[in-house]
């Protein structure tokens, strides 16, 4: 049987121009695997640096691009039970998810609700535990606590937006320009303002003066400082990016006089210390939430395998309000 996957063999700085699609011969299934139809896989920050060379985890050459998705089982091997073929399944982080089909251990599969949307269930590993995991791993925040991001209008800005209403938080969100501002409103942000000097004067205008106990910052730059401003004395300012390109910038007298913390957060680095009891926790939960409607994420345009290039140059482009999914097994690409 013919399958078609999205691969590269090099790295270079436009990672549209690395990435194609090619034809590859599925082998007999081995015992204890699963086929696995792949239906969703987005494109996220980290796929386009890793086509790029720039993230901090390469995989070795050549590659099948993707690191997160949702498939349907179409085929078990020998000794497999469990999950029954029908089975829409989570596939595992890192496996090469911009392909038609997968061969899986059948063991590290966990099944999801089979009457959610998969397209919203795909970006269910990277952006929404991003989210979840900087609002609750390093400040105690309570009902009615302040919390303010910039880079607002990403996927993880918009997920986070929509938890921390859920656990009563307040959010500032700050975006890098005007145009971006409905997008965020629409996603259920009161606030939203556009990045700038007078930031944090701002910021306390929108807030009658709160105290702002936590910042999340994925753009770095001078940005970095912006929200460091922004914050409480002995407030917490967490890192995750760096979508200006350039490095934080922040005054040591902000360190020094007001006692603010400086941390950063990696997905990849949380996955290697978390037990497997807090990872099922963690997932568990936001796939709670989105069976029932409670998070969701915009979606810009879906594409096939054979416009995987056009896909990831619209994915590297800084103007999306919306996240660009690849559906391996799809029709063409439709914007939605």
């Given at each position: 049987?013919?399958?078609?996957?999205?691969?590269?063999?090099?790295?270079?700085?436009?990672?549209?121009?690395?990435?194609?699609?090619?034809?590859?011969?599925?082998?007999?299934?081995?015992?204890?695997?699963?086929?696995?139809?792949?239906?969703?896989?987005?494109?996220?920050?980290?796929?386009?640096?890793?086509?790029?060379?720039?993230?901090?985890?390469?995989?070795?050459?050549?590659?099948?691009?993707?690191?997160?998705?949702?498939?349907?089982?179409?085929?078990?091997?020998?000794?497999?039970?469990?999950?029954?073929?029908?089975?829409?399944?989570?596939?595992?982080?890192?496996?090469?998810?911009?392909?038609?089909?997968?061969?899986?251990?059948?063991?590290?599969?966990?099944?999801?609700?089979?009457?959610?949307?998969?397209?919203?269930?795909?970006?269910?590993?990277?952006?929404?535990?991003?989210?979840?995991?900087?609002?609750?791993?390093?400040?105690?925040?309570?009902?009615?606590?302040?919390?303010?991001?910039?880079?607002?209008?990403?996927?993880?800005?918009?997920?986070?937006i929509q938890l921390?209403?859920?656990?009563?938080?307040?959010?500032?969100?700050?975006?890098?320009?005007?145009?971006?501002?409905?997008?965020?409103?629409?996603?259920?942000?009161?606030?939203?303002?556009?990045?700038?000097?007078?930031?944090?004067?701002r910021v306390r205008?929108?807030?009658?003066?709160a105290h702002v106990?936590?910042?999340?910052?994925?753009?770095?730059?001078?940005?970095?400082?912006?929200?460091?401003?922004?914050?409480?004395?002995?407030?917490?300012?967490?890192?995750?990016?760096?979508?200006?390109?350039?490095?934080?910038?922040?005054?040591?007298?902000?360190?020094?006089?007001?006692?603010?913390?400086?941390?950063?957060?990696?997905?990849?680095?949380?996955?290697?210390?978390?037990?497997?009891?807090?990872?099922?926790?963690?997932?568990?939960?936001?796939?709670?939430?989105?069976?029932?409607?409670?998070?969701?994420?915009?979606?810009?345009?879906?594409?096939?395998?054979?416009?995987?290039?056009?896909?990831?140059?619209?994915?590297?482009?800084?103007?999306?309000?919306?996240?660009?999914?690849?559906?391996?097994?799809?029709?063409?690409?439709?914007?939605?």
């Amino acid at each position: 049987m013919k399958a078609k996957k999205a691969q590269y063999s090099q790295r270079g700085p436009v990672p549209q121009d690395v990435i194609g699609a090619v034809e590859f011969e599925l082998p007999a299934l081995a015992p204890g695997q699963v086929r696995v139809a792949v239906l969703a896989a987005p494109i996220n920050p980290s796929d386009v640096l890793t086509l790029t060379g720039e993230y901090g985890l390469l995989p070795p050459l050549p590659a099948t691009g993707g690191n997160e998705g949702v498939g349907r089982v179409i085929e078990c091997g020998e000794g497999v039970a469990s999950p029954a073929v029908g089975s829409l399944v989570l596939l595992p982080v890192g496996c090469g998810t911009w392909t038609t089909h997968l061969d899986l251990p059948a063991k590290h599969l966990v099944e999801l609700p089979h009457d959610v949307d998969p397209v919203q269930l795909s970006m269910l590993t990277v952006n929404p535990p991003t989210a979840l995991l900087m609002l609750t791993e390093f400040v105690d925040l309570q009902p009615g606590d302040w919390v303010i991001q910039n880079a607002a209008n990403s996927a993880v800005g918009g997920y986070l937006i929509q938890l921390a209403k859920l656990r009563g938080l307040n959010t500032i969100n700050v975006v890098r320009r005007a145009s971006a501002i409905e997008a965020v409103k629409e996603s259920g942000a009161e606030h939203v303002v556009v990045d700038a000097e007078d930031l944090p004067k701002r910021v306390r205008e929108a807030t009658g003066g709160a105290h702002v106990k936590l910042a999340i910052d994925c753009v770095g730059g001078v940005s970095t400082e912006n929200l460091a401003r922004c914050l409480d004395e002995g407030g917490t300012l967490v890192n995750y990016g760096a979508m200006s390109g350039e490095r934080c910038m922040i005054s040591p007298r902000y360190f020094v006089f007001r006692d603010i913390t400086l941390r950063g957060f990696w997905l990849s680095q949380w996955f290697k210390q978390a037990t497997p009891q807090k990872r099922t926790e963690v997932f568990g939960h936001i796939a709670g939430l989105i069976a029932e409607g409670k998070l969701q994420a915009r979606v810009q345009a879906t594409y096939d395998l054979d416009h995987i290039k056009q896909a990831v140059q619209a994915a590297a482009s800084g103007a999306r309000d919306g996240k660009i999914i690849v559906e391996p097994n799809g029709p063409p690409r439709a914007a939605i």
